[in-house]
């Protein structure tokens, strides 16, 4: 390269303007400073040394500062393959406790400048279509919320690292897992209603084969097989809506002897179980008490209110978020789990004396 400019005849307008009108462009400045456009980016990624005379250098710093020019460094980091970009899958099922995981994650991503980019999967629980062409190229890591491993395959193979939510602790190729203490959950649910004196119990589960509904599964079934004199009469599934739950119900509380207590796998299906007590002409926490899961916004919206288990969806997408840019910063990846609360209201209470 020469140390001279190529003349003012080629320059483009001043403060910041184009001739044309418009964002200053690389190729404006290197119009100005008389240099090529790759001297432009070496200069101004300061990877000049030793490749562009610093005269040249100091050209193109000055008529980058005169057009007011600034890279485009969404452009940039997708050719540079660090787009500061994550990915957040959750279910398709429109659902407040994973819109309030991804407002959980969006908080942490904002205060450390990384975009987030929502995918709801329409392959729910089965396998998921990549949402891009090529994922690896424009995106960092995918964090993902309640789904099965398989459905995030196609992203997973593609390198991208993966922290996953409220899912089997380390499976398959996730880096990291962070999972609110169902088990714990759970197992305060089934304390709280033997400590009311309930014995005869059954469960509203969700047709969903993941891990966190068999681990609500499997806590209930083991907590009651060691409690004197408790019996699981049932175990009905039903789809997570309130008429899942209605239906699940209506069939739990046929068995014989009927239930007393009727422990929900989520606040949803626990709407559908207190409209199933009240068609058999019972009553809500009368005659058959009524738990859920979850403390969505609907726990306080049934009458009576709901007995449910708090979960911390807020803090579990933000501590998801903070896994997963460990694990793009190279720290190691492991299973963090949160504290979970039960939440006491009017659907529970001692069972009639009649049972």
């Known amino acids: 390269m020469g140390d001279t400019g190529t003349g003012g005849d080629d320059r483009s307008g001043t403060g910041g303007q184009r001739a044309g009108g418009g964002r200053p462009t690389s190729r ?3 119009r100005r400073a008389g240099v090529s456009q790759a001297a432009v980016s070496l200069v101004l990624r300061e990877r000049w040394h030793g490749r562009v005379s610093p005269a040249r250098a100091d050209a193109v710093r000055a008529a980058a500062r005169e057009l007011g020019y600034r890279p485009n460094q969404a452009a940039r980091s997708l050719r540079l393959g660090r787009s500061r970009t994550v990915l957040v899958v959750v279910p398709a ?3 407040e406790f994973f819109a309030r995981v991804h407002a959980g ?3 942490v991503a904002a205060a450390a400048d990384v975009g987030v980019v929502l995918y709801p999967s329409p392959g729910g629980l089965g396998r998921a279509p990549d949402p891009f062409a090529s994922a690896s190229a424009t995106l960092d890591g ?7 491993v398989e459905t995030l395959e196609q992203l997973s193979e593609g390198g991208l690292p993966l922290v996953m939510l409220d899912s089997e602790p380390l499976s398959g190729p996730a880096a990291a897992t962070v999972n609110p203490d169902i088990a714990a959950g759970t197992g305060l649910v089934v304390d709280h209603l033997l400590a009311l004196g309930h014995r005869r119990f059954a469960h509203v589960a969700a047709d969903v084969p993941s891990w966190t509904f068999g681990v609500r599964a499997r806590v209930l079934r083991d907590r009651l097989a060691d409690a004197p004199g408790a019996r699981l009469l049932a175990r009905e599934r039903g789809p997570l809506t309130v008429a899942g739950g209605l239906a699940a119900a209506g069939r739990a509380l046929a068995a014989t002897p009927r239930p007393t207590a009727l422990v929900c796998d989520d606040d949803t299906m626990a709407a559908g179980a207190c409209k199933a007590v009240r068609r058999m002409g019972l009553r809500v926490p009368e005659d058959v008490s ?10 306080t919206a049934v009458e009576p209110e709901l007995t449910t288990v708090r979960l911390p969806a807020e803090e579990l997408g933000a501590a998801g978020l903070r896994a997963l840019l460990d ?10 789990v949160l504290p979970v609360d039960l939440v006491r209201r009017g659907s529970t209470a001692p069972p009639p004396a009649t049972a």
């Not at 738990?291 to 916004?297: C, E, H, P, R, S």
């Not at 694990?327 to 963090?336: D, K, Q, S, W």
């Open 327 to 336: 694990v793009l910063a190279g720290r190691p990846g492991g299973t963090t």
């Open 28 to 30: 404006d400045v290197a």
């Open 142 to 148: 995918v964090l993902a919320s309640s789904m099965a």
């Open 105 to 107: 994650a969006s908080g």
């Open 93 to 95: 099922a429109p659902n």
């Open 290 to 299: 009524v738990t859920g899961f979850d403390d969505l916004a609907l726990a």
